[in-house]
């Protein structure tokens, strides 16, 4: 795929990983529909998008774990940008905890909430969006790309019990996908990433952040531009689907 023109959309772009990933691709001149809930930080990054280059930057206010949401946000973009050729499904959100945890003589459990409200939107939300995608990208019988945001911590993480299960149930559907829409010209792939410096890791404090670190084999947390980078790679080799590129340093030997 040629990155060039092509509409792209990413999930998750007010800031972070999203935002660096749009940046990157508008550097490539792709036109962008941003997706997330924070209507001033989309407005900051459909700027920052246009100065980089981007020829048409649009925002969309949308829930990915709202089927309603989705449908109605992917059908305004179809409209909109009259072509649909890339989803990166990036949104995310954490509530970590243990599943039970002993403090001050009390047990406690993992709330339903904290399982549910991570499962809604990691794993639910990229559901909806790749699905609505495909079916889009279908209809104009476009050929076209998903890029799933998957974890190492996919493998199981201590403290992760819900993030763990969603990342790891995002890798299969990359994988189901890629042997379904292969058919419709879709491909589909998904990055792992390791720990990679974001404002989120930038609240760590320093001697916690030092030990993690110090486990990484590239004794550094990656940057958000070299996953934007990997995304670039997965939409332009078209002979890349299926499969899950892990950019984690070597943490996850």
């Known amino acids: 795929m040629q990155i060039e023109n092509s509409v792209i959309v990413i999930t998750g772009a007010a800031q972070g990983l999203g935002q660096s990933m749009a940046l990157y691709l508008a550097q490539k001149h792709a036109k962008l529909a941003l997706i997330d809930l924070d209507a001033d930080k989309l407005a900051t990054t459909q700027t920052l998008c246009e100065q980089a280059g981007s020829?048409?930057?649009?925002?969309?206010?949308?829930?990915?774990?709202?089927?309603?949401?989705?449908?109605?946000?992917?059908?305004?973009?179809?409209?909109?940008?009259?072509?649909?050729?890339?989803?990166?499904?990036?949104?995310?959100?954490?509530?970590?905890?243990?599943?039970?945890?002993?403090?001050?003589?009390?047990?406690?459990?993992?709330?339903?909430?904290?399982?549910?409200?991570?499962?809604?939107?990691?794993?639910?939300?990229?559901?909806?969006?790749?699905?609505?995608?495909?079916?889009?990208?279908?209809?104009?019988?476009?050929?076209?790309?998903i890029i799933n945001i998957s974890s190492i911590s996919r493998a199981g993480n201590m403290g992760q019990s819900n993030y763990s299960a969603a990342k790891a149930g995002v890798a299969s559907l990359t994988v189901a996908w890629a042997k379904e829409l292969s058919g419709y010209g879709i491909r589909s792939n998904a990055i792992a990433p390791g720990f990679i410096r974001t404002d989120m890791t930038a609240s760590i404090r320093e001697d916690v952040l030092a030990k993690m670190t110090a486990m990484i084999p590239a004794k550094r947390m990656g940057e958000a531009d070299e996953i934007a980078h990997s995304v670039a790679f997965l939409l332009e080799n078209d002979y890349m689907n299926g499969r899950i590129i892990e950019l984690d340093g070597g943490l996850r030997l």
């Not at 309603?68 to 992917?74: I, K, R």
């Not at 050729?85 to 909430?113: C, E, F, H, W, Y």
């Open 55 to 145: 020829p048409k930057v649009q925002y969309y206010l949308c829930n990915v774990a709202k089927e309603a949401d989705v449908e109605e946000t992917f059908q305004t973009i179809g409209t909109d940008f009259g072509a649909l050729n890339a989803l990166v499904n990036n949104a995310g959100i954490l509530r970590d905890g243990l599943l039970i945890k002993q403090k001050d003589g009390q047990l406690t459990k993992l709330p339903l909430s904290h399982w549910q409200s991570v499962i809604d939107v990691n794993l639910t939300g990229v559901f909806l969006c790749g699905r609505e995608f495909a079916y889009q990208s279908a209809q104009m019988q476009q050929a076209g790309c």
